[in-house]
Each structure stands twice: as C-alpha cells, then as structure tokens.
C-alpha cells in the first residue's frame, strides 16, 4: 500500500528524452498506483525483461515515464459582487478554460545493499481558473501548480537517496513501478529517505485514489484539503524521513522545508528553525476477506506565517498605515490586494506554529471495487503556508474498474468533498482581507465548500486513456453568496 519507485544507471538517453519532453506533473500528484497493483501500462521494463535484457523482479534499474493532458471548462455562474473593494482573489463568474500538460520520466538505480537513488525531471505547461484564485479547498484540477505557464517548464521535481534494512519477518515482493526497484524485503523493515521529494509519495497513501492521474480530478481527493504540508509552489520539499514496517503495522515520521514566504517557490533550508513535522501510524487489515487500511496522521509546522487574529488587531489599532494597499509600498510580502479598508497578513507574519490531525480509511468491496473516506481538523489559526487554505476537510467516495462490463481496465468513480474555515479565518475574509486562494472581499456567511466529482476513463489502447469528467462545486471560496459552479473536463494520460 505503498510506493517506493525507481531510476537507471544509463541516465543520457533517457534525459535527452526530458529535454525535447512537453510537460510535467503536479508534485503532490502520486506517480503511480500502490505496489501489488496490477500494471496496466505499456511497461518498457517488461518488454526488455522478455527480451532478456532486464530482470523486472529482482531489479539494478529502471526507468517509467507519463504523458498527462488536462482541459477543463467553467461554465458562468452567479456571483452578486466580485473581489469587491479592491479585493484580488475571487474565482470569476465568466466562462474561463483551464488546461495542464505534464510530462514527467521516473529514473531509479540501485547503489548497494539497501540503497537506492531516484531522479525525476519534470516539464508542465498550464493555464489555471482565474490565476489559480477563488477556490480553498476543491481545485478542479490536481496538477495546477502556483508558478508556471502556458509555455513549458523544464525542472528536477525529485532527486532522492532510499535506504531500507531488513529486520526480517514475511517475504514482501515490491513490483517494478516509478520511483520502486523491484525486489523481495521483509515485513519487518525500516526505510529512510532523504532528499527533495513530494511528502504525498510516502504520507496518506490511499490504494483507491492510487493515482489522480487515473482517479478523480480535483484536488480534495488527492489528499486531505486541510493538510497544509510544508513545500514549494510547485509541491516539492527537501527533507527526509522514516519509517517502520513490521507486518500489518507502520508508522512514518518525516521532517521538511517550508517555502520562505508562504505559497512561494523559494525553500527556506533552516530546517531546524522552520519545518513541517508528520507523523502518521497505518494499521492494514483484512475485512470479509477484502483489503483495508486505517491511517492516523498528525502534522505539525513552524513557519513565518500571519495570525488571522494578529492581522485584525494590526488593522484595528492602525487601519491607515496597516491595511492590504499598503503592504505593497512598505515592501512586505502579499498578494497583491488593493483593498485600503481590509486587513493583512504581511504585517504579522512571524514564527508561528499550526497543527492539525485526521483519518484515512480504505476498504476494498471487491477486487476490483473500493471505497475511501478522508477527514481531518486543522487549528484554523493562521494562514495557509503551502497548500489550501481550508481548515477542516472531509471527502468520501467510491472508485473501481469496469471488470463487470468487460472494460477490466476502465476506471469509474464518483466522490464528495466539503472543506470548512474557522470563525476567525472568516472574520478576516470578511473584513476584505485575502488569504493564498481565497477573498472576495466580504463573506458575512461562511459556507462549506463542497464539491461532488464523477469520472469515466476508457483504456483506449493498453497505454493509453480518455477521461470525462464532471464537477459541481457549491460556495467556491467558502461564501454562499456565490456559486455553484460547473466544471466539464477531459483528460488524456499515457504511462510507459
């Protein structure tokens, strides 16, 4: 229930192959399904295996790769008032197009006994909804990042070090996958990796949502929305973790940079000043014969981030010299809001500290057939460093294989999501202050926002699927003023 992936020794080729490459994938997106999955992909590795050039079961290298097209279209909504007074992070209530493109290789070599080393470059070319603002906590498409654009990008997403000791227990084979060597380990192991990587390739893993590229859009599924892990505006962190597997039990730990400015791509590498600390204890099990996990996880960051409290009394004490237009002129870090009669988080950022903890349940129906729920609770105090601004979250849903139509390599699935704030989050957006991806300029009212995601994809060749897919989000922003919204989209995803 688990990844760990992997990369060649014979790196030119393949890199030259990154270079003429068109697009790259979302970092919190997971690269590819649990081990024990079956393959469903045209596999290079298995190819060479057969040809006697490579053993994809006991593994010295290899290398995977994807081809990831999303387009989305929002229909018009209504929406009484838009990023009013000066406001900047409303979604707009026109019609708008959204496209990402994603091209990512996986590279995985083994270095001795235990050790592995991966690379992963990546390119993305992207066109988000309204710059990426108006939405906290159900983005529509998982693998928009907070820098890019329509022109593709070329970067190093992954480079990392994995070391696993054997402690023995029950034979475990690990499938050859992306960023996985295949080999035999015991069920008793401890696995250390460190490096720049996504904390979504380790932490609340879930074999039901396995991969976004195969599963459902929008972000609430990808994750828990108000989970808000350390990482740069592109999703990836430097840092290491570790983790104990001993039979059906796990338990991980892991600490990673913050960006220096929250939602910004510069790392702040004083790990031991600011950091993001997880902590997250799995326990898998069997239910009527069927596959299941329960996944208990906590998260603590330090960050120089902004109380929502702190900027209010910053703005009540001096609403002319503290409010948002002028963060600008003082040289403080903000996101552009002209609103002079709101507060701000760039007068009261500093060293603070957020928590928060939720649950992962999975649980197989059949084979072929699962269901998932996720839920977590974030203190709600300060404002969103690196992911969503939702302070609470919840989603659930189903997901499957078309085996009872005779389309074993279709995938189905419907899903909810709600994100909440809290009562002092909302009484800064309502003042007219702006927090990441959220602010319209007032929110008398908050609301869940929620979002219901139906997704069909057709295995058209073995390599190769076409995705439909539909959503409806309720309260975008978390204001009931506005919305719902409508949002058709289409997905083509190749894996090599």
Request: hydrophobic share 45%.
């Given at each position: 229930?688990?990844?760990e992936r992997g990369a060649p020794s014979t790196?030119?080729?393949?890199?030259?192959?990154?270079?003429?490459?068109?697009?790259?994938?979302?970092?919190?997106?997971?690269?590819?399904?649990?081990?024990g999955h079956e393959d469903q992909s045209f596999d290079l590795m298995n190819l060479m295996s057969e040809h006697g050039?490579?053993?994809?079961?006991?593994?010295?290298w290899n290398v995977y790769g994807q081809f990831t097209y999303i387009s989305s279209w929002k229909r018009p909504f209504r929406a009484p008032y838009t990023n009013a007074n000066g406001s900047v992070n409303s979604l707009v209530p026109d019609a708008e197009r959204s496209f990402t493109g994603t091209f990512t290789l996986f590279f995985g070599t083994k270095l001795w006994k235990g050790g592995e080393a991966y690379l992963v470059p990546e390119v993305i070319a992207e066109r988000p909804l309204s710059n990426l603002r108006g939405l906290g906590g159900s983005i529509q498409n998982f693998e928009l990042q907070k820098t890019g654009g329509e022109s593709p990008q070329l970067y190093r997403a992954r480079t990392f070090l994995r070391q696993?000791?054997?402690?023995?227990?029950?034979?475990?084979?690990?499938?050859?996958?992306?960023?996985?060597?295949?080999?035999?380990?015991?069920?008793?192991?401890?696995?250390?990796?460190?490096?720049?990587?996504?904390?979504?390739?380790?932490f609340d893993r879930n074999s039901i949502t396995w991969d976004p590229r195969q599963t459902f859009l929008n972000m609430a599924f990808m994750t828990h929305s108000s989970w808000d892990?350390?990482?740069?505006?592109?999703?990836?962190?430097?840092?290491?973790?570790?983790?104990?597997?001993?039979d059906d039990w796990a338990v991980r730990v892991g600490r990673i940079t913050p960006p220096k400015n929250p939602n910004a791509l510069p790392q702040e590498f004083r790990i031991f000043t600011y950091y993001g600390d997880q902590l997250e204890i799995e326990h898998d099990h069997k239910l009527l014969g069927q596959s299941g996990a329960v996944r208990l996880l906590g998260y603590r960051n330090r960050t120089d981030t902004g109380r929502f409290a702190d900027a209010i009394a910053a703005y009540e004490a001096d609403p002319t010299h503290k409010n948002a237009g002028e963060c600008g002129g003082a040289g403080l870090y903000n996101y552009g809001s002209g609103n002079f009669s709101a507060p701000d988080l760039c007068w009261v950022r500093r060293p603070n500290v957020k928590l928060g903890a939720g649950i992962n349940l999975e649980q197989h129906l059949t084979d072929d057939l699962g269901v998932?729920?996720?839920?977590?609770?974030s203190d709600g105090n300060n404002?969103?460093?690196?992911?969503?601004?939702?302070?609470?979250?919840?989603?659930?849903?189903?997901?499957?294989?078309?085996?009872?139509?005779?389309?074993?390599?279709?995938?189905?699935?419907?899903?909810?999501?709600?994100?909440w704030i809290s009562e002092i989050h909302r009484e800064y957006l309502d003042m007219g202050g702006v927090d990441g991806?959220?602010?319209?300029?007032?929110?008398?009212?908050a609301a869940a926002e929620s979002v219901i995601d139906l997704f069909y994809s057709v295995n058209f060749v073995r390599a190769v699927w076409f995705t439909a897919d539909y959503q409806r989000i309720w309260n975008p922003g978390f204001n009931p003023d506005r919305g719902p919204v409508d949002i058709f989209g289409g997905r083509v995803h190749a894996e090599f």
């Open positions: 229930m688990r990844l790196l030119l080729g393949a890199c030259a192959i990154a270079a003429i490459a068109s697009t790259s994938a979302r970092a919190v997106a997971q690269a590819a399904p649990p081990a050039l490579h053993d994809v079961h006991d593994e010295s696993t000791f054997d402690l023995g227990g029950t034979p475990v084979e690990k499938d050859s996958d992306p960023m996985q060597l295949a080999s035999t380990v015991g069920s008793r192991r401890l696995v250390f990796t460190l490096g720049s990587f996504t904390i979504l390739d380790i892990f350390p990482s740069d505006a592109r999703g990836y962190s430097w840092g290491g973790t570790a983790e104990l597997f001993w998932f729920l996720r839920a977590m609770w404002e969103v460093g690196a992911f969503n601004p939702a302070d609470r979250s919840l989603s659930f849903g189903a997901a499957g294989k078309g085996s009872l139509w005779r389309r074993p390599l279709d995938v189905a699935g419907i899903g909810f999501g709600a994100s991806f959220v602010g319209d300029g007032h929110l008398p009212k």
